[in-house]
């Protein structure tokens, strides 16, 4: 390549150097994903594919939405919510005036529930209305609030994906 002995030995602290920055920037994120437990509006515009490491509730609360999770497809209307699990592609295009509301729930928070259903997988797309009115009616109560405990934030997701496991099988 042209390099001398003396180029390279100048180059390596650099590239190390900006490799370390990489890689402690990938932890970092990979702790704050681990620790993500948040509710929040999504304009519902993430045409691209895309994964995440925590697990996503997507939630129509108005209109509809087009939902894409591992090359599977729905139109999903009010009420109606999909699941997708770390690492799933997925992406989300509303239709029209739409309203989604997003639950991520990080790896930390999802430990004790998977201990409590081994083996089990949470079921993708829940679109029965009036089994969702119940599930819906305690992410009304229970994630609105402002300042949430470390340890009532598992308990919420527990209590949320177990009344899934129970509401779908």
Known sequence: FGLSKNHISLLVPQLYGKI????????????????????????CKDRELHFHRCLEIYLVVKGRAFVRVSGDNRLLTQGQMVIVHPLENHSCEAVEESQV?????????????FTAYPGKRLPRWLTDLQTNSAILEYIEKSFAQE???ELHKVEMACRLLSMVMESYG
């Open 20 to 43: 370390k920055k990489i890689m402690l920037k990938k932890r970092n994120l990979e702790k704050m994903e681990a620790a993500c437990f948040l509710t929040r509006p999504s304009s």
């Open 101 to 113: 509301q997003v639950i991520c729930i990080g790896s930390d928070h999802l430990r004790l529930f």
């Open 147 to 149: 300042r949430i405990s």
